[in-house]
């Protein structure tokens, strides 16, 4: 009779202790693996896709730095010192 009780209390164990801990944990650690992969996808198409957008841009020319216009001085301006 307790040999019966006791198979039932260590099946009953058993399952509880892989469908709510076992189980959830696969899970988790598989999804999480599967987002992971996406993430190294996507930053691998963002890096070849910028690689291929700077590979054109090499070839395309220099534009000319224009020179620089004095700036107007808008308003009053005070030049203040220190006072030591």
Do not use: W
């Amino acid at each position: 009779m307790f040999k019966y009780l006791f198979l039932f209390f260590f099946i009953y164990i058993a399952y509880q202790f892989i469908f709510r801990l076992v189980l959830p944990l696969f899970r988790a650690t598989s999804t999480m693996q599967q987002r992971v992969n996406q993430m190294n996808e996507a930053r691998r198409q963002y890096e070849n896709q910028s690689n291929a957008h700077a590979q054109s841009n090499i070839h395309a020319p220099n534009p000319q730095p224009q020179p620089e216009k004095p700036k107007e001085k808008e308003g009053e301006y005070i030049d203040f010192e220190e006072i030591p």
